[in-house]
């Protein structure tokens, strides 16, 4: 009996997110991920069937997944994705793991799904877990991959700040900045303008940094929604995990910007 009276708040929550719904008055999900499994999951690894069982779950609410370009162009000018003609999400996939071509790539072929992958070059075509730069340039050529910079080699900006002298922690940063957009679009002949931070470590420094590198925004790693007004360096994204099922990824799906102050 106790559990007949959670339906109606969960029919709720579900027909809101179906419903179209004002782009001022919530946002748009990025959602983000690492990656991919066929059957162990991780802190970081989803499986294949959840992720695809998220995606059937999207598709039953009238969630239409668009390109993460999109969404910037909608923060930065407060409108409604341009590909959206109800509620809208977007994905990501950070690091550059084998997995990212092996488990996603034939899923979002079959299905048409845009990601926006974020990488950081030093690993590619070096690191046993990485992707290859082929596999990046195959994925390219898609027309449904994005490929985006994650810094040059994926530091923790908190700990370079303490072991370092000011100005080299500048040179640093710019370095990991600038290295990174020019190794990818090197290599890929693609243009990178966005850049998802490290570890989620943000702070004023930083974003000027990430501008003066000439990146149009940049995103961060926690929940929230990417709506007008939030900083266009610290646009929230959502980690989403194995366990996010149906009413939990819903719940995910519904989530509040959050607003700061002054961001991490």
């Known amino acids: 009996m106790r559990c007949r009276g959670l339906f109606p708040v969960i029919l709720l929550l579900m027909s809101a997110l179906a419903?179209?719904?004002?782009?001022?008055?919530?946002?748009?999900?990025?959602?983000?991920?690492?990656?991919?499994?066929?059957?162990?999951?991780?802190?970081?690894?989803?499986?294949?069937?959840?992720?695809?069982?998220?995606?059937?779950?999207?598709?039953?609410?009238?969630?239409?997944?668009v390109p993460l370009q999109s969404v910037v162009e909608a923060v930065?000018?407060?409108?409604?994705?341009?590909?959206?003609?109800?509620?809208?999400?977007?994905?990501?996939?950070?690091?550059?793991h084998v997995s990212v071509y092996t488990?996603?790539?034939?899923?979002?072929?079959?299905?048409?799904?845009?990601?926006?992958l974020f990488i950081y070059p030093s690993a590619i075509s070096n690191a046993a877990y990485a992707l290859t730069w082929e596999q990046l340039a195959e994925m390219v050529?898609?027309?449904?991959?994005?490929?985006?910079?994650?810094?040059?080699?994926?530091?923790?900006?908190?700990?370079?700040?303490?072991r370092r002298t000011p100005d080299d922690y500048r040179a640093?940063?710019?370095?990991?900045?600038?290295?990174?957009?020019a190794a990818l679009e090197r290599h890929l002949g693609v243009k990178v303008d966005l850049?998802?931070?490290?570890?989620?470590?943000?702070?004023?420094?930083?974003?000027?940094?990430?501008?003066h590198a000439g990146?149009?925004?940049?995103?961060?790693?926690?929940?929230?929604?990417?709506?007008?007004?939030?900083l266009p360096y610290a646009?929230?994204?959502?980690?989403?995990s194995n366990q996010a099922r149906d009413t939990a990824f819903a719940a995910l799906l519904a989530q509040a910007p959050e607003k700061r102050d002054h961001p991490r």
């Open 19 to 65: 419903a179209p719904a004002a782009w001022g008055q919530g946002g748009t999900p990025v959602l983000a991920y690492h990656r991919f499994d066929p059957t162990t999951p991780g802190p970081t690894t989803i499986t294949t069937p959840v992720f695809e069982r998220q995606l059937d779950w999207l598709d039953a609410h009238g969630i239409k997944v």
């Open 76 to 96: 930065r000018g407060g409108e409604r994705p341009t590909e959206a003609v109800g509620p809208a999400a977007a994905i990501t996939v950070d690091d550059g």
């Open 103 to 116: 488990q996603l790539y034939p899923v979002i072929l079959r299905r048409h799904v845009p990601v926006t």
């Open 141 to 162: 050529r898609s027309g449904l991959v994005d490929v985006q910079s994650h810094t040059y080699w994926h530091p923790d900006f908190r700990k370079e700040r303490a």
């Open 172 to 181: 640093f940063v710019n370095s990991q900045l600038v290295r990174s957009k």
């Open 195 to 211: 850049l998802a931070w490290p570890f989620g470590v943000i702070d004023a420094d930083l974003q000027s940094a990430a501008e």
């Open 215 to 230: 990146y149009r925004a940049a995103f961060a790693y926690e929940g929230g929604l990417a709506a007008p007004g939030v």
């Open 235 to 240: 646009i929230p994204r959502i980690p989403v």
